[in-house]
């Protein structure tokens, strides 16, 4: 399909008000021309994008996915636009990650900063995503590095091990506690639960470990942090899933107790991930030597 990006925009404003005469106001064109414009998307597309009603337009099924991927086109483009700013600015390299939760907030923050402070004209852009989304996005090209913990499918990936994240379960120092050194999750679903943002990629895996256990996460409260989980058990609120590093961290607080959890999966190797024999800029290679140090210590 021969489209430009200003075909993407125009279309975009067409499925954002729902009418031509709207979108072609907004893109500074004429009506004739915007629709001239839509017209000739849909023969290049070959099927009709819009059903023209009395009141405006609406998005026909192939229009919805035509519109998802315009909109991808144009972040892209946006993306690339300041990309090239930085660079113009002055910086040598930009590194796009992508982890999980526990990455994120637990050891990129320090790893990072250290990674920055020592190369300052590379720039990181870091976000928080699923594990098994992150795979897909290493794979499509979405990101550089891509950080996960846990079993998930890495065909034309190359993993790199570099450490074990263990979940543990945390809890009140109450009296029915304290007997207790390991037990399954199944036994405390039950229980109320103190969480993570609903975005989280360990709450996301917990509330599906739960619903194949047949229940449904029992939520008082999500927080942002795991050292905020922490308090909120410690407090008496509920018990939570962290992992251990939170809890050791936490562990001065008297009133938190630590669990070991008996599930197979509460232990999750960690894997770098980059694209299978795809070179890899020197300063993405520094950095994923930078994790592997940070682990070693």
């Avoid at 499925?15 to 998307?41: H, N, P, V």
């Avoid at 897909?136 to 990936?157: F, K, M, N, Q, Y």
């Avoid at 999966?265 to 694209?275: E, G, H, K, Q, S």
Wanted: proline share 3%; hydrophobic share 45%; glycine share 4%.
């Amino acid at each position: 399909m021969k489209l430009e990006l200003k075909d993407f925009l125009l279309f975009v404003q067409v499925a954002k008000t729902g009418s031509l005469t709207r979108a072609a106001e907004q893109c500074f064109l004429s009506l004739a021309a915007t629709s001239a414009r839509i017209k000739a998307m849909e023969e290049e597309a070959g099927m009709p994008l819009l059903i023209r009603e009395a009141r405006g337009v609406r998005l026909t099924p192939p229009g919805e996915a035509f519109l998802f991927h315009a909109r991808a086109m144009l972040q892209q483009a946006q993306q690339l636009e300041a990309d090239l700013q930085e660079y113009g600015a002055g910086l040598r390299g930009h590194v796009r990650v992508f982890a999980n939760t526990t990455a994120v907030t637990e050891f990129l923050p320090d790893i990072l900063a250290a990674y920055l402070m020592e190369l300052p004209h590379i720039s990181v852009d870091l976000q928080e995503r699923p594990n098994a989304v992150i795979a897909s996005d290493i794979r499509e090209g979405r990101a550089d590095l891509g950080i996960i913990a846990g079993e998930v499918d890495t065909h034309s990936l190359t993993s790199l091990h570099f450490s074990t994240d263990r979940l543990v379960l945390v809890t009140p120092n109450e009296a029915r506690w304290q007997s207790v050194a390991s037990l399954n999750f199944a036994h405390v679903l039950h229980e109320r639960f103190v969480g993570m943002h609903r975005d989280s990629t360990l709450q996301t895996f917990l509330s599906q470990i739960a619903l194949q256990l047949g229940h449904t996460l029992k939520l008082r409260i999500q927080v942002s942090n795991y050292d905020a989980m922490c308090r909120m058990v410690a407090a008496g609120v509920g018990i939570a899933v962290v992992p251990e590093s939170a809890a050791q961290r936490s562990s001065s607080l008297a009133q938190l107790r630590q669990i070991a959890l008996s599930d197979a999966w509460a232990v999750r190797p960690r894997y770098m991930l980059v694209r299978e024999a795809a070179p890899l800029a020197s300063h993405v290679q520094a950095l994923m030597q930078a994790v592997q140090r940070y682990h070693q210590r």
